[in-house]
């Protein structure tokens, strides 16, 4: 498991994919989402906007990253 560190309050789902680089474009990430390849704490999200905040774990492909606070 990946941490990635935050410096705001909750980052959206398709812009955590981008900065943690599991995807190369906002296109590739809205895919991703819409098709149910994320998971958000072990359930399947299909909205890209979803926030996402510190202890959240988002699970994509054979990735799973958990979101810190820094």
């Known amino acids: 498991m990946e941490k990635i560190s ?4 909750f980052i959206k789902l398709d812009a955590l994919l981008k900065y943690a ?3 190369g474009t906002g296109g590739e990430a809205k895919i991703a989402v819409t098709e149910g390849l994320v998971k958000v704490n072990d359930e ?13 774990r988002v699970s994509f492909d054979r990735f799973t990253i958990l979101v810190e606070k820094a």
Request: net charge positive; aromatic share 4%.
């Open 21 to 23: 680089a599991l995807v």
């Open 44 to 56: 399947v999200c299909t909205q890209r906007g979803k926030k996402i905040y510190p202890g959240d």
């Open 6 to 9: 935050i410096h705001t309050d």
